[in-house]
Nanobody, 114 residues
Framework: QGQPVESGGGLVQAGGSLRLSCKIP???????????LGWYRQTPGKQRELVAL???????TYGDSVKGRFSISKDSSRKTHYLNMNSLKPEDTAIYYC?????WGQGTQVTVSS
């Protein structure tokens, strides 16, 4: 009921782009603008890592490996936030999870082929 839902993952060639979406369910949309919004990713055998964070104050933070290539944004009217990914590399292959505060989605697979 309170779980964000990711979409937009898939298979893309290196150098390509994808946009991931994170739809916040109605049950928790009232706090959309007062919570931090984020994207994390995980690959087998590795710890989950921060990809991008958009705080409720509007500041952004990016993981070092994605700086300059990825960007996070939100649409408050749609209660959705996005991760725009450009110049994708095979090492970006992972399951991507979106968050709103302490609420996590189930993840969406992104695979980048070389």
């Amino acid at each position: 009921q309170g779980q964000p839902v990711e979409s937009g993952g898939g298979l893309v060639q290196a150098g390509g782009s994808l946009r991931l979406s994170c739809k916040i369910p109605r049950a928790i949309t009232s706090v959309f603008n007062t919570n931090d919004l984020g994207w994390y990713r995980q690959t087998p055998g590795k710890q989950r890592e921060l990809v991008a964070l958009l705080t409720s104050r509007g500041t952004t933070t990016y993981g070092d490996s994605v700086k300059g290539r990825f960007s996070i944004s939100k649409d408050s009217s749609r209660k959705t936030h996005y991760l725009n990914m450009n110049s994708l590399k095979p090492e970006d292959t992972a399951i991507y999870y979106c968050t709103m505060g302490q609420n996590w989605g189930q993840g969406t697979q992104v695979t980048v082929s070389s």
